[in-house]
């Protein structure tokens, strides 16, 4: 059994940083992408950052894009989440997910499209 195991979480006051980071435990297996998404109080769960675990390219949501650094070891399939500058609305639970597709673009951006996922680690930014 694949499990993802986040870690990192906490909190912190708006301004500051925080690293998540999130490793396999159980059989290895072979991933494509790693990404990150979260998920706010009464919202739905949305896409953070990914990275191609070959190519090392990244892509980000707007809403974190020049703030948050993701990067990561595709020996080990491991995955680590910068965070800076963070805000108030980036409180939420953020969740560590894997692919195993090769999907024709680096730009893996759907939940559909990961199949392993972490039980997430929360973030809280106060203002």
């Not at 080990?76 to 673009?105: G, R």
Request: aromatic share 12%; proline share 2%.
């Amino acid at each position: 059994q694949v499990q993802l195991v986040e870690s990192g979480g906490g909190l912190v006051q708006a301004g500051g940083s925080l690293r998540l980071s999130c490793a396999p435990s159980g059989r290895t297996f072979r991933t494509y992408n790693m990404g990150w998404f979260r998920q706010a109080p009464g919202k739905e769960r949305e896409f953070v950052a990914t990275i191609r675990s070959t190519l090392g390219s990244t892509y980000y949501a707007d809403s974190v894009k020049d703030r948050f650094t993701i990067f990561g070891d595709n020996t080990k399939n491991t995955v680590s989440l910068q965070m800076n500058s963070m805000k108030p609305e980036d409180t939420a639970v953020y969740y560590c997910a894997a692919s195993t597709q090769n999907w024709a673009t680096a730009q893996v951006t759907g939940e559909h499209q990961y199949d392993y996922w972490g039980q997430g680690t929360q973030v809280t930014v106060s203002s």
